[in-house]
């Protein structure tokens, strides 16, 4: 018998029916609930006179539609404040544990679920959100689901699933300086395409893993999403365990040695056979920003604008120009000399302390440019009173930064926090798509630290030249 | 949930690659709670003269014609409601978002994949605005001049359209039993997996 890969085996443990056709029925240990794909789910509970069959597997937050600045400041939107009094309405009907927004626990999901230590190795966990798949950092079966889906979960702890083909990225070779996990992940979705993972969960190995934080491996993770795929995962390991050990909800004493003993073994078997299989060297990478309207629209800082008349493939070629013409660039521009109107450093990919001390750094005695109007969002409560302790509030605001509290902010146009039409952004969320960080607002995609760079530039600028 | 046996349409060509999430259905519309009505803000951002779907006779057409990787991105179910509200019941593109794709069959929208010559026949029509019938019993979508094009499609999720099924309703009717014995056998292998009333509890009010 062939070894089995890690999320065959974590599969296999949550199987509770087969169907005819190779579908499972699959069990759900930990669900996180927010405000945007919750209200139709709850009003389904509702319609058919149903109970939440286990709220203690269950935490909500609302994160999409807060606003970020909140201290003195009132809920200025009202259908954003009333999605968010649902939720809570909600939450309270069925007894699930919820974050309020201004509150320490308060963030977006994806940052809440490993800091408190719902999100466990070993588990199936899933979100009304496609960027549920940041959990796989932990070693556990973490997928985005519809609506539809999330009443399922509510009502009966289990969702009908298809079990996926696999894919093992292995990446070796280290990270240059000045070149991130974002990078890593920018230039892997250049490279394969946001179709290129569609169908499989992607399982990232290698060297350079190993040597990965769990905020790097939780951004990779987050943005396998970007690349089609639902699932990303890295095998927990050592780093994974100090990572968990004392959060709020982490197992503790015998239970502790039990888990960690059970999650010890969670890894693919030396001969398990993956769908496919494909190595990319990080070694040489350079330091990378998205040009165009869809994240794989993605160069090295050192190119120019691609022109579209040389590119053979006609569909892509079309949608070339059409990204250009949204984005307002012209074909041969260096990257580098792209002047940006707005900075955005937070979100579930790159709000996490690590994010901000690594943008810090490159901020340290320097201002923002002028012509730039930058903020710094951390993504949860936690983040930002860690990152006060440290000062870095302090970096930040000096350069000319706002500084705000926790939610996903400038990432999607659903709070007050979003650009005007026309406006340009250096950006370290996930999506570049049009009109996601405000309607007519142009995304460029990159690292924390090569946003910092744009602030103090006012242009997409090679963060190398500051370090 | 609607069934949906056959419907016969003229098909609206969209003929572009990796149409995402946020394109059809912008994201501060995910702000609204209901969703009936939604139809209005579908591919907000391109509604208006020479958009296909506001182009007569396209703009009653029940068959969206797409490139690759169609619904792209983010998980938001309003991007099939959307769509359904607005009157189409059928998407045929040459790939989908996964997300997106399962949360067609979840609202009575019947996503069909086709590559090739199949495809290039689809939307020859859909540009020559000839009516198309997506036949889902026999599998299949009809041209006009008689052909007839197959297309794949998963057993489960073509009696669940047929039948117009609530996929809820069938696991509780069906595998109560087998979700309890899970939750017996987890509790002895995993414990840690239960989470103590109490340190939620306690989170909870920690944050308060
Ligand atoms: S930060 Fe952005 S990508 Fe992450 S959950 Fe919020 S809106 Fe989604």
Redo the contacts with the bound molecule.
Sequence with gaps: MTGRTLYDKIWEQHVVADFEGGDNLLYVDRHLV?EVSSPQAFAYLRQNNLPLRRPDLHIAVA??AVPTRRKGHPFADGLAKRQVERLRENVETHGIAYMPMNGDRHG???VIGPETGFTLPGCTLVCG???TS?HGAFGCIAFGIGASECASVFATQTIRQARQKTMRVNLDGGLPVGVTVKDVILALIAEIGTGGGVGYAIEYAGSTIRDLSMEARMTLC?MTIEAGSRVGMVAPDETTFTYLKGRPLSPEGEMWERAVAAWSDLKSDEDAVFDREITFDTSTLEPQVSWGTTPEQTGAISGVVPDPDRIADRGRASRVRKSLAYMGLTPGTRLNDIPVDRVFI????N?RLEDLRAAAAVLKGRQVAQSVRAIAVP?SAAVRIAAEAEGLHEVFLAAGFEWRDS???M??A?NDDRLEEGERCAST???NFEGRQGKGGRTHLMSPQMAAAAAVTGRLSDVRELL | MEKFTRITSIAAPLLENAIDTDIIFP?RFLLLLDREGLGKYAFNEWRGEGFVLDTPPYDTAQILVTGENFGTG?SREQAVWTLADKGIRCVVARSFGEIFYSNCFKNGVLPVRLTGADMDAVEAAAEAQEPLTVDLEDRCIRLPDGRTIAFDIADHHRRALLAGLDEVGTILADHAESIARHEERRRASAPWLDLPQAKLDALAEESA
């Design positions: 927010q994160d999409h977006i999901v994806h959100d496609s960027h940041t987050n937070g979100s579930c990919t709000g993504g939610g996903c902010s990432c999607v659903m969320s996930n999506r | 994201a983010s």
